[in-house]
Nanobody, 121 residues
Framework: QVQFVESGGGLVQPGGSLRLSCAAS????????MGWYRRSPGKLREWVAL???????NYADSVKGRFTISRDNAKNTVYLQMTSLKPDDTAVYYC???????????????WGQGTQVTVSS
């Protein structure tokens, strides 16, 4: 159906920056939105940022002003530029694609495998 290649995670000091990328491929027919979620140890997965097919963006309050989501439509690739990172940003970050695929009727959510981001001194 949909395959993802996520990259860009790693260890960074507080105040530092990282750029995550997620390339989606497969039998994708349409993309309504792409976004990023994260899961910290002991917490539920939370939404981080969203980019709709018409270019609209939304951010969780906790990252607003620090994170920027962007997309290369031709490559079905979404990016998350993270700046002024805090220890609370430590989590596994998951790429999400909401859309339709050739092998399934209707809109569904598809998930990347996740990439670890650790913010620590």
């Amino acid at each position: 159906q949909v395959q993802f290649v996520e990259s860009g995670g790693g260890l960074v000091q507080p105040g530092g920056s990282l750029r995550l990328s997620c390339a989606a491929s497969g039998s994708i027919l349409s993309v309504l939105a792409m976004g990023w979620y994260r899961r910290s140890p002991g917490k539920l997965r939370e939404w981080v940022a969203l980019l709709t097919s018409d270019g609209g963006t939304n951010y969780a309050d906790s990252v607003k002003g620090r994170f920027t989501i962007s997309r290369d439509n031709a490559k079905n690739t979404v990016y998350l530029q993270m700046t002024s990172l805090k220890p609370d940003d430590t989590a596994v970050y998951y790429c999400n694609l909401r859309g339709t695929v050739a092998t399934k009727v209707g809109v569904d959510d598809y998930w990347g495998q996740g990439t670890q981001v650790t913010v620590s001194s």
